[in-house]
């Protein structure tokens, strides 16, 4: 189904996840989609709640503590420098068909999602903190529209669960990311092989959510098989931003599309037998079948009437049973190729 959305222009897709990373301003957001167009993005993601919708006035306390007797905003206060206005999204929608790519957003409650549908949002992202959302997930799923679901902090189960209701309501299963929910996630947690046993178990296709630092990983996970990438995005390395840690820059992110592209075609087909740009080389180290001394016309050729010589543009040494046997039809010099024609 992504296929309808994204028009290919490469071996993969690759999503610059703004998120949160505009700091709640409309001009920087409006800005970085411009920045992720022109790094080759193929997609810009955001992520759209209502802090009240999300968490509970005693996060802090329940957290901290396991109780639920000291109020504390701190946790939405924070979260709420980071909501724009809904004619704002509508913007920054309008700005990304402007700059060709496509606009979307992980979505965390139901007001989020039915902002992101009065926008005509053409896919949803489901974050792996809400993949045992069921009631959320059935109201995106009932759209028939794509789903991304991030998988990084949920069991088997819960996945399963989660795929389940999503074929069951739209049709179609999700693409399944994997990623790991540590910023930044350190070189020994970032468990790549995941991706090949997301795609055995689930049958449905899986990408790479990276919250690594750099780009290393993402090579690394097309290797794997991932063809969806998604990578937080920034103005620059130096902008302060929640995801500041985990997030490319545009020249990064260029970057990483260009190594990934490179590991895909490195990848190959898996084909074991040799291709034709090899055709040369084997022409010039494979062997062929010469006279290894004079043979005379009417001799039966012997083993030690052979010899195997560079190129391999003549009878092939595993072909040696063809001649042995045979009567030479006209008289071979020491060294020559030995041909078809000059036997009986």
Known sequence: ?????????RS??????IGLNHNGSYELASKMIGSAAGAGADAV????????????????????????????????????????????????KARADECGVVF???????????????????LYKIASSEVTNHPLIERVAATGKPVIMSTGICTEGEISSAVEIIRDRGGAGPVLMHCVSLY?????????????????RFGLEVGFSDHTAGTFA????????ARLFEKHFTV???????????????????????????????????SISSGSPENGTARAARRS???????????????????????????????????????AALDIKKERIIKLEYLE
């Open 1 to 9: 189904m992504l296929d309808k959305i994204f028009k290919k222009r």
């Open 12 to 17: 993969s897709v690759y999503i610059a996840e």
């Open 45 to 92: 993601k955001f992520q759209v709640f209502v802090p009240e919708k999300m968490n509970s006035v005693y996060t802090t306390s329940l957290l901290e503590r396991g109780t639920d007797d000291t109020p504390d905003r701190s946790q939405l206060d924070f979260l709420g420098r980071f909501v724009l206005k809904g004619a704002e999204y509508a913007g920054l």
């Open 104 to 122: 979307f957003s992980s979505v965390f409650d139901e007001e989020s999602f039915q902002l992101m549908e009065s926008l005509g949002a053409p």
């Open 184 to 200: 930044p996630t350190s070189p020994e947690f970032a468990n790549l092989s995941r991706i090949r046993t997301l795609a055995d």
């Open 218 to 225: 993402c090579s690394l996970a097309a290797a794997t098989g």
């Open 236 to 270: 620059d390395r130096f902008h302060d931003c929640p995801d500041k840690d985990v997030s490319l820059g545009p020249e990064e992110f260029s970057s990483m599309i260009d190594q990934v592209e490179k590991a895909v075609s490195m990848m190959g087909d898996g």
């Open 289 to 327: 079948l010469f006279a290894a001394r004079n043979i005379p016309a009417g001799n039966v050729i012997g083993r030690d009437d052979l010899i195997a010589l560079r190129p391999g543009t003549g009878i092939p040494v595993i072909r040696m049973g063809d001649v042995l046997g045979k009567r």
